[in-house]
Nanobody, 118 residues
Framework: QEQLVESGGGLVQAGGSLSLSCKASRMITSTFNPSRLAWYRQAPGKQRELVATIDGNRRTNYGDFVKGRFTISRNNARKTVDLQMNDLQPDDTAVYYC?????????WGRGTQVTVSS
């Protein structure tokens, strides 16, 4: 059983929106709550890049390419990290990965595909 499970990817037209969610079902709350949570993405033929992070104090950081279009959030009670993506463009097409860094280790989801058509 996976530590992290992403959902919410799909196909959308340019200018559209998608919401991604990642659930850490097997992680206990005391481990999840202080953890740094992040979304990364990897497009075909490119290196994996950071999309957004949110730490245990809910401080956020975004990749330069986001330009106010995406919002990362966390729900500690549900043990989820979400990514709201607006004004999507074809360059946003990639596999999006959830990442959780805990005091015990670094965990990755399997990824969810986001495809933006022009």
């Amino acid at each position: 059983q996976e530590q992290l499970v992403e959902s919410g990817g799909g196909l959308v037209q340019a200018g559209g929106s998608l919401s991604l969610s990642c659930k850490a079902s097997r992680m206990i709350t005391s481990t999840f709550n202080p953890s740094r949570l992040a979304w990364y993405r990897q497009a075909p033929g490119k290196q994996r890049e950071l999309v957004a992070t949110i730490d245990g104090n809910r401080r956020t950081n975004y990749g330069d390419f986001v330009k106010g279009r995406f919002t990362i959030s966390r729900n500690n009670a549900r043990k989820t990290v979400d990514l709201q993506m607006n004004d999507l463009q074809p360059d946003d097409t990639a596999v999006y990965y959830c990442n959780v860094i805990t005091q015990y280790g670094d965990y990755w989801g399997r990824g969810t595909q986001v495809t933006v058509s022009s």
